[in-house]
């Protein structure tokens, strides 16, 4: 059986976003829901590295997780506030500074985006915008490694570069071991069908099924929910609860455990801007429990 966490971010975005779940509130409803941990949001006002700038502040987080009993399946940096093609120094200033942070903690892997609009830079080709992740992304993979961190890059409808042969191509052309996929069956949906491409041409026939047997070995994490095959307010995939959405799990999950031969410990609910997180977690926790138990048991 794999542990199950939810993402933080999904209690302090959207129409959390006026009054955010506190993370002690969310970690005790975690804990009395039988989670196994949190997919922690580097987000204000959850554990961004800035609220826990001391030895103290940090040792008291790590107890309060400790007392519901909560793991950190993946920490999400917060890297939004700059613009990674225009702002290159100051996005690798802040995901250093996350790093640090991640070590200090003891969490393992930190999630990453490309950190740019699916818009072409002016002046720049849709070639060298990749030869420019890849790069970046090694560079990034090694900075990670003296930490000893696991980096999962999260595509997405959102963010450059989300054609499934253009996210396979480049993480396998950065090619470091430590640097893998955070595969979001909500995004993979989206981006088979041809969400907010760049490159046309490159959907799937074969759908979400046809780019997970794409990733094989190359996922480092998975988050499940569902998609109703729509954008958001945003501009990314809408993150539907199990059920009201297009994905059929009963394919989805044994292809990620067969196909893409995915191995990690976790299955991250993500239930990002969905305006009614907080009354969908139980269901998605109980759907979830269910194909744990019947493909993973």
């Known amino acids: 059986m794999k542990k ?51 030895d103290e502040k940090r040792a008291g987080l790590l107890a309060m997780l400790k007392k519901y009993n909560l793991e950190v399946a993946d920490f999400a940096a917060d890297l939004w506030s700059v613009d990674s093609l225009k702002q290159t120094d ?19 892997v930190i999630r990453i985006d490309s950190g740019a609009p699916p818009i072409l830079p002016e002046g720049k080709t849709y070639g060298e915008v990749k030869e ?51 595969f979001d069956t909500c995004h993979g949906h989206m981006g088979a069908i041809g969400s907010r491409h760049i490159e046309e041409g490159l959907t799937l026939n074969d759908g979400l099924l046809e780019f997970i047997g794409m990733c094989r070995d190359e996922i480092g994490i998975v988050h499940v929910i569902d998609s109703d095959s729509t954008l958001n307010e945003t501009g990314t995939s809408t993150h539907a609860p199990f059920g009201a959405g297009v994905i059929d799990f009963d394919q989805a999950i044994p292809a990620l455990l067969e196909k893409a031969n995915y191995k990690a410990d976790w299955w991250a609910i993500d239930l990002c801007e969905w ?16 194909f744990n138990k019947k493909y993973c048991s």
């Not at 933080?8 to 196994?36: H, I, M, Q, R």
């Open 4 to 54: 199950v966490s939810i993402g933080s971010w999904a209690f302090t975005f959207g129409a959390y976003a006026e009054n955010p779940v506190t993370l002690e509130e969310l970690c005790k409803t975690l804990s009395d829901l039988g989670f196994d941990g949190v997919s922690m949001g580097g987000f204000m006002p959850h554990a961004h590295p800035d609220l826990y700038n001391t």
């Open 90 to 108: 100051e996005w690798l200033a802040l995901f250093d500074k996350n790093c640090t942070f991640c070590k200090a903690m003891g969490w393992p």
């Open 132 to 182: 420019f992740f890849v790069k970046t992304f090694k560079g990034m993979a090694k900075r990670a490694a003296k930490d000893g961190l696991c980096i999962v890059w999260e595509f997405e409808p959102g963010f450059i570069i989300n054609e499934p042969k253009n996210v396979v191509e480049t993480v396998k052309a950065v090619g470091e071991p430590n640097f893998k996929l955070l």
């Open 275 to 290: 305006p009614e997180a907080l009354k969908a977690m139980a269901d998605c926790k109980a759907f979830v429990d269910g």
